[in-house]
T-cell receptor, first 113, second 113 residues
Framework: NAGVTQTPKFQVLKTGQSMTLQCAQD?????MSWYRQDPGMGLRLIHY???????DQGEVPNGYNVSRSTTEDFPLRLLSAAPSQTSVYFC????????????FGPGTRLTVL | GENVEQHPSTLSVQEGDSAVIKCTYS??????FPWYKQELGKGPQLIID?????GEKKDQRIAVTLNKTAKHFSLHITETQPEDSAVYFC????????????FGRGTSLIVHP
């Protein structure tokens, strides 16, 4: 199993550009989440999904969109990038009833100029 | 919603010393408390967890304690080694409920050789 994969590893955007951060998992987990990590702020939840076709907002959802058309994939879209979105983004998956452990991807480091 | 406080934000110890990281939570419905270790440039990984029906759990040099009455839990690392240097996150969630964990802000542990 590859676990949770994320692409790209690094990305530089200009203000106003759009892009999609990709996340995929091959563990057949129902739950998937997106977090951003900023210095001193820990891991803050952006959006999450409890199954295909179901998404919900987390703590810091503004400026981000998600969709979940399949169990495996959970892309995060930045519609109009802002410097405040400069961060490291982590995707995670988990399976309720099987220990509740979050399995994290390796992260995407995004810089918005 | 749940609020998790984590202290200290930075912890510096000498190799061989013990390290203790403490977290408090606010929601009495939380019953699952994992600890994650994040090495430089990687995503967080689960190292140990504890559920509310247990007061203490050990795994070699790592132990976690839980005080449900006081709503706090702690990570103890004994005989620290340089490879223990990392950022550690505590989290709290309601297993059987939303499953979405709330994370503390992290502790940067530095073990000096």
């Amino acid at each position: 199993n590859a676990g949770v994969t994320q692409t790209p590893k690094f990305q530089v955007l200009k203000t106003g550009q759009s892009m999609t951060l990709q996340c995929a998992q091959d563990m057949n987990h129902e739950y998937m989440s997106w977090y951003r990590q900023d210095p001193g702020m820990g891991l803050r939840l952006i959006h999450y999904s409890v199954g295909a076709g179901i998404t919900d907002q987390g703590e810091v959802p503004n400026g981000y969109n998600v969709s979940r058309s399949t169990t495996e994939d959970f892309p995060l879209r930045l519609l109009s990038a802002a410097p405040s979105q400069t961060s490291v983004y982590f995707c995670a998956s988990s399976q309720p009833g099987l220990g509740d452990t979050q399995y994290f991807g390796p992260g995407t480091r995004l810089t918005v100029l | 919603g749940e609020n998790v406080e984590q202290h200290p934000s930075t912890l510096s110890v000498q190799e061989g010393d013990s390290a203790v990281i403490k977290c408090t939570y606010s929601d009495s419905a939380s019953n699952y408390f994992p600890w994650y270790k994040q090495e430089l440039g990687k995503g967080p990984q689960l190292i140990i967890d504890i559920r509310s029906n247990v007061g203490e759990k050990k795994d070699q040099r790592i132990a976690v304690t839980l005080n449900k009455t006081a709503k706090h839990f702690s990570l103890h690392i004994t005989e620290t080694q340089p490879e223990d240097s990392a950022v550690y996150f505590c989290a709290a969630s309601e297993s059987g409920g939303s499953y979405i964990p709330t994370f503390g802000r992290g502790t940067s542990l530095i073990v000096h050789p």
